[in-house]
């Protein structure tokens, strides 16, 4: 084959964005394959942009009709796991929309599965790895070139929402329908990429504010200590009522430090030595120095800035286009689906967190407590099932 | 009287900065009464720079001498209450250096002395308070020009320091002998000015690193999370091994927002509405505009940019003539002692935090578990008596 025909499960804003990208040509290696879209009234702008294409309202039967080879769930995210088991479970490679899933229980269950059709290939849409900017930090964190990390600081409130979004839809910032907030809507690729470019952190405190700025019942404010279990500490917070949002993330290691502005602007201060060596080079002499002021801080190291403006469209087709190349030529993936669970959990932990009060680990999560804890609230709103 | 004569208790590297301003005349209405320094080799350079001053060994003495109407006390913070509380005793007005105390417990009981002696003058030398760029931020928040505060977050980890600056004194960087480390010695500064100006927490989260990258046994590294119990929340996060020191406040407001870099630069976001009332106001076309990227954010705020550098000494100076100015002609007091608490408070309650693993309360802080818990260290450490 030469195009991989993909399946599009859910017509609508992020569903229609992909299939614009596709009948636009964006992506060299991938076309429209089917559409499943329960909602009828979509049709007519559905067949305008693939005239040629089937329009299933069951996902199921689109799986197993032949028309693609491989789906994307634009869906509410607790329906990612069990669409992407289905479809692998009928030979159909996975796209997953991000959050993998809601709750960790539901994303292991899926990972295990897909670990079982490896065949087949199960990856997830984390654009942000497709940002040029992150790929570069990304490089310049596994050289070495800021040394072993000491410190994470992301201050990402820039997901600024007004209650007229959360009203659009009976399902949005809710328990039952949505599984939470900034956490799971906004952030996931902010909890991605931290733990991509960092590590993935062994505990978490979380202090999560819930309605706070909107009438909502979820989180729309999220302060988060990380513990990366080798020392490294790090700060995370987010929300959806800040205006003039700010997108500040500063690594610090022992031989540099990086500082990045609104996904744009980056410094990387590099040091001739390690702090480590400095730290012991400097004598009684050297503190005076430094304490009057006549320490040349120039010597010590030397900053390189530069920026990368990346077109968010961009980084989607370029995700598709790796998917469907790791597909047809073997080109190494991304984005693995099964690395989906890492933000998931880091969600779940700092929510389980706030909720009782006390610092998660991470490596022995309690899939089944969070998702006790979940399911209370589920109740409590009374809008769905508990899971 | 014309001058307020100073007795200095303790030349050291803080006395002796002291002396010097006073000689070189930088204080106006003040001068220096007499010297308490209990090492005799220092004694010619205090006659070089003194040289009608007597130097007494024992402070009591130079207290009772008659030849001071006021003390500052730049010896280790264990014993800044103990000396003030005596100073007051016997008639003498107190400038106590930072910090107030290393435990509320003393703190309290100088407060509670300090109020019974209120004809005399008790101030804290928080020099920041008297840098015009914190003064000013200070003006803009109080002034309602940014609204309420809903989040601070300041990463403060300028305050780089090697080895041999802990290796210079025994005491330094004891439990016994200091009594912590970063929040003791450095932030103090800061875990002032964070309070003076957006309001005392009421509840607190520390992770805290001892002797994380330093031959230390207290504390190199802080993260903390402050709740400020009105809905606000805070990071804090300082250090002292971060060569390429970051200091970078940000202050949030539901009608605007202040960023402060290296404590020089400044913006100041104010918006036309609040947050609030834009929030309600948007409805679901202003959302896909939002969306799309067509709002128009020039519309919705205006940019004040500042900068102010402060000289060290000058901020000093300046809190001496205040003090004296306060005494001798009522001037207003910029840094009441009694408020020493709070910043002790806060430092207490994150060791506390990180010790027990849990948020501390600040509003009903148990005084005495923290003595405790920091008598268990200072007993294990074995080199001082215990408090």
Same mark, same amino acid.
């Given at each position: 084959?030469?195009?991989?025909?993909?399946?599009?499960?859910?017509?609508?804003?992020?569903?229609?964005?992909?299939?614009?990208?596709?009948?636009?040509?964006?992506?060299?290696?991938?076309?429209?394959?089917?559409?499943?879209?329960?909602?009828?009234?979509?049709?007519?702008?559905?067949?305008?942009?693939?005239?040629?294409?089937?329009?299933?309202?069951?996902?199921?039967?689109?799986?197993?009709?032949?028309?693609?080879?491989?789906?994307?769930?634009?869906?509410?995210?607790?329906?990612?796991?069990?669409?992407?088991?289905?479809?692998?479970?009928?030979?159909?490679?996975?796209?997953?929309?991000?959050?993998?899933?809601?709750? %960790?229980?539901?994303?292991?269950?899926?990972?295990?599965?897909?670990?079982?059709?490896?065949?087949? !290939?199960?990856?997830?849409?984390?654009?942000?790895?497709?940002?040029?900017?992150?790929?570069?930090?990304?490089?310049?964190?596994?050289?070495?070139?800021?040394?072993?990390?000491?410190?994470?600081?992301?201050?990402?409130?820039?997901?600024?929402?007004?209650?007229?979004?959360?009203?659009?839809?009976?399902?949005?910032?809710?328990?039952?329908?949505?599984?939470?907030?900034?956490?799971?809507?906004?952030?996931?690729?902010?909890?991605?990429?931290?733990?991509?470019?960092?590590?993935?952190?062994?505990?978490?405190?979380?202090?999560?504010?819930?309605?706070?700025?909107?009438?909502?019942?979820?989180?729309?404010?999220?302060?988060?200590?990380?513990?990366?279990?080798?020392?490294?500490?790090?700060?995370?917070?987010?929300? !959806?009522?800040?205006?003039?949002?700010?997108?500040?993330?500063?690594?610090?290691?022992?031989?540099?430090?990086?500082?990045?502005?609104?996904?744009?602007?980056?410094?990387?201060?590099?040091? %001739?030595?390690?702090?480590?060596?400095?730290?012991?080079?400097?004598?009684?002499?050297?503190?005076?120095?430094?304490?009057?002021?006549?320490?040349?801080?120039?010597?010590?190291?030397?900053?390189?800035?530069?920026?990368?403006?990346?077109?968010?469209?961009?980084?989607?087709?370029?995700?598709?286009?790796?998917?469907?190349?790791?597909?047809?030529?073997?080109?190494?993936?991304?984005?693995?689906?099964?690395?989906?669970?890492?933000?998931?959990?880091?969600?779940?932990?700092?929510?389980?967190?706030?909720? !009782?009060?006390?610092?998660?680990?991470?490596?022995?999560?309690?899939?089944?407590?969070?998702?006790?804890?979940?399911?209370?609230?589920?109740?409590?709103?009374?809008?769905?099932?508990?899971?």
């Amino acid at each position: 084959m030469n195009k991989l025909r993909l399946g599009i499960i859910g017509y609508g804003q992020q569903g229609g964005f992909y299939g614009d990208l596709l009948a636009k040509g964006q992506v060299s290696n991938m076309e429209v394959g089917a559409v499943t879209e329960i909602d009828s009234a979509k049709d007519a702008r559905i067949k305008e942009v693939h005239p040629e294409v089937t329009i299933y309202r069951d996902y199921k039967e689109m799986v197993k009709s032949g028309d693609v080879d491989a789906i994307i769930t634009t869906v509410p995210h607790y329906l990612h796991p069990e669409m992407a088991m289905f479809a692998l479970e009928n030979g159909i490679h996975v796209l997953n929309e991000k959050p993998a899933g809601v709750y %960790t229980k539901q994303v292991k269950e899926l990972n295990d599965f897909a670990s079982k059709h490896d065949d087949l !290939t199960y990856a997830i849409m984390f654009n942000q790895r497709n940002n040029p900017l992150y790929k570069r930090i990304k490089e310049i964190v596994d050289n070495g070139e800021i040394g072993d990390i000491r410190r994470t600081n992301w201050i990402i409130t820039t997901w600024w929402r007004p209650q007229a979004y959360y009203d659009m839809s009976d399902w949005r910032a809710t328990w039952g329908g949505e599984g939470g907030g900034v956490l799971v809507n906004q952030a996931p690729h902010q909890l991605d990429l931290i733990q991509w470019i960092a590590g993935v952190p062994e505990a978490v405190y979380g202090k999560v504010k819930y309605g706070y700025q909107r009438d909502i019942v979820v989180e729309d404010e999220v302060t988060a200590v990380l513990d990366y279990g080798n020392g490294a500490t790090g700060t995370f917070v987010t929300c !959806t009522h800040d205006l003039i949002g700010t997108d500040r993330l500063e690594i610090l290691g022992d031989k540099g430090k990086i500082v990045v502005e609104d996904s744009q602007k980056v410094k990387v201060y590099r040091m %001739t030595k390690s702090e480590n060596d400095l730290n012991k080079e400097m004598d009684f002499e050297g503190v005076k120095s430094l304490f009057m002021g006549q320490m040349d801080i120039n010597e010590i190291y030397q900053v390189e800035e530069f920026s990368a403006e990346s077109q968010w469209g961009g980084q989607h087709a370029g995700v598709l286009e790796n998917f469907a190349a790791h597909i047809l030529d073997g080109e190494p993936l991304l984005a693995p689906g099964s690395e989906g669970i890492n933000g998931v959990r880091l969600a779940n932990a700092i929510h389980l967190s706030d909720w !009782t009060n006390q610092e998660v680990s991470l490596v022995d999560f309690d899939d089944n407590q969070y998702l006790e804890e979940l399911n209370k609230r589920i109740a409590e709103e009374g809008k769905y099932e508990t899971r």
